[in-house]
């Protein structure tokens, strides 16, 4: 059976926060689809400018769209609380959609003293779910839908060690690898303690293929266009389903009747493509030990126990 928009149910009533919603990227098509068919959608980002250019974009195919804005820096644990807070003015979330994330940053150290890749992909994302999580659990049936890659099966090892501690030479593509590693992990454990605190809330976690987004060439180069940001970035958009498809396994994962933790991702030849279905993961991925210790690594990282 294969699944598109047109089998998303009715939205009206429904609250949505999606995080990353810059134009052309997966938050951007994520958000436009879930106002189309009705819901709320809260566009999460890090530039208000950015976001507002999406809102009208948004605005542009869906006139009435019900939209709302919230300033958010995942890279930033006090911004996560700032905007956890401000977001309390939505009242009963149903649905998070944590798609926000960098791909291949240089090396870099955030204000929290945390790597870039990590810090924006997975401890953010973590941080934010936690303090969200009774307004998602307030909806009566909630949902925490985390995007991750196919790059998490590059991850040989989980990232347990300390986070506020440099671990040797810094190589960007394997410890991207390993945030999308944390994003799987982070589901499963998620998913786990949700059933055994009895919450009506479920984490499920898509990847969108191989999808032509802006997202390589903003992390090799800083910028998505100019120079050889350009040719990059063309040569992923040559090869590469659209962004638009690439964000279908999210919104399959946000709106479909499937069970918590499930992984979403395209149906095509290795995942790359193709309509969206259930999906499989590393073994790695699936390891308990390592959930349990990431999220207890997280709780002590950020500062909050849950749920």
């Given at each position: ?83 956890a807070a401000a977001a ?159 964000a279908w396994p999210s ?57």
């Amino acid at each position: 059976m294969s699944w598109s928009p047109a089998d998303m149910p009715e939205q009206t009533g429904r609250t949505v926060l999606v995080t990353g919603p810059t134009i052309g990227g997966l938050g951007h098509y994520t958000a436009l689809e879930l106002a189309r068919r009705g819901a709320r959608v809260v566009l999460a980002g890090r530039t208000p400018a950015k976001v507002e250019a999406t809102v009208a974009e948004i605005r542009a195919q869906v006139p009435d769209a019900e939209l709302e804005t919230l300033q958010l820096d995942l890279a930033s644990l006090a911004s996560v609380r700032h905007a956890a807070a401000a977001a309390a003015r939505f009242g009963a979330i149903d649905v998070l959609v944590n798609n926000a994330g960098v791909m291949g940053t240089p090396y870099s150290r955030t204000e929290d003293d945390l790597e870039q890749q990590m810090a924006t992909n997975h401890f953010g994302p973590f941080l934010l779910t936690g303090l969200l999580l009774p307004q998602l659990a307030a909806s009566g049936d909630g949902r925490v839908v985390t995007v991750s890659s196919l790059m998490h099966a590059t991850a040989r090892t989980a990232p347990l060690g300390d986070p506020r501690r440099p671990h040797g030479r810094y190589l960007r593509w394997p410890v991207y690898g390993q945030s999308k590693l944390a994003n799987l992990l982070f589901t499963g454990e998620l998913e786990r303690r949700l059933k055994a605190a009895e919450l009506p809330v479920r984490a499920l976690a898509a990847h969108p293929g191989f999808a032509g987004t802006h997202l390589a060439a903003n992390g090799q180069y800083g910028r998505a266009s100019g120079g050889i940001a350009s040719i990059l970035d063309a040569t992923i958009k040559a090869v590469s389903q659209s962004a638009e498809a690439g964000a279908w396994p999210s919104l399959m994962a946000a709106t479909a009747d499937l069970p918590g933790d499930t992984y979403v991702g395209p149906g095509g030849f290795r995942q790359l493509a193709g309509p969206p279905r259930p999906v499989g993961r590393t073994r790695l991925a699936r390891d308990e030990d390592a959930a349990r210790r990431l999220w207890e690594i997280s709780e002590e990282t950020v500062g909050l126990e849950y749920p």
